[in-house]
T-cell receptor
Framework: GAGVSQTPSNKVTEKGKYVELRCDPI?????LYWYRQSLGQGPEFLIY????????DSGLPNDRFFAVRPEGSVSTLKIQRTERGDSAVYLC?????????????FGPGTRLTVL | AQSVTQPDIHITVSEGASLELRCNYS??????LFWYVQSPGQGLQLLLK??????LVQGIKGFEAEFKRSQSSFNLRKPSVHWSDAAEYFC????????????FGKGTRLSVIA
């Protein structure tokens, strides 16, 4: 079946603009995660959804970052007043809760460049 | 706090040679451990995972990893490297309770030479 998909694959914006990044998880996966990967680093956790609610948003760096998952499937990561330091690859992952096996499957990512 | 250390930033091996990528973790309970591979411009692909049971786990593409609790390690190995294995490799740790965020190492970049 289809894997995790993310759109757009690349996004270039100007400092101060608003951006939205979309994630379509694997069908039926109840858990959805957002990570951010800066150049030369491993992915860093941003926020985790179980169903429609954010179970853990402790990784969001500040209140310019917000994410929603209104119907428990597609999620949108929203960044207000973008800064050059927000430039990174934003990765989405999903998982299915089965007897504690929370293996996460990742999408290809959205590369965000803030000029 | 959970953490993962991958001591080698970059490794170069000859095609056909054996490979071992190191991973050490810090975790307060029994961890879930993962190795992912990332090719340039691509997302993360799961190579293998350890949840419980046999400490030697087999993955895709001929990779294996061994969980050593006494050393807090989960090193990745492959007996014979192919040029297509050139990529970035990430070790990650998660909670045994299931769906929790993963903590990743900084990655090891593998180059393969003829």
């Amino acid at each position: 079946g289809a894997g995790v998909s993310q759109t757009p694959s690349n996004k270039v914006t100007e400092k101060g603009k608003y951006v939205e990044l979309r994630c379509d998880p694997i069908s039926g996966h109840t858990a959805l995660y957002w990570y951010r990967q800066s150049l030369g680093q491993g992915p860093e956790f941003l926020i985790y959804f179980q169903g429609t609610g954010a179970a853990d948003d402790s990784g969001l760096p500040n209140d310019r970052f917000f994410a929603v998952r209104p119907e428990g499937s597609v999620s949108t990561l929203k960044i207000q007043r973008t800064e050059r330091g927000d430039s990174a690859v934003y990765l989405c992952a999903s998982s299915l809760v089965i007897a504690g096996d929370g293996t996460q499957y990742f999408g290809p990512g959205t590369r965000l460049t803030v000029l | 706090a959970q953490s993962v250390t991958q001591p080698d930033i970059h490794i170069t091996v000859s095609e056909g040679a054996s490979l071992e990528l190191r991973c050490n973790y810090s975790y307060g309970a029994t961890p879930y451990l993962f190795w992912y591979v990332q090719s340039p411009g691509q997302g993360l692909q799961l190579l293998l995972k350890y949840f419980s049971g046999d400490t030697l786990v087999q993955g895709i593409k001929g990779f294996e990893a061994e969980f050593k609790r006494s050393q807090s390690s989960f090193n990745l190995r492959k007996p014979s490297v192919h040029w297509s294995d050139a990529a970035e490799y990430f070790c990650a740790v998660g909670s045994h309770s299931g769906n929790t965020p993963l903590v990743f190492g900084k990655g090891t970049r593998l180059s393969v030479i003829a």
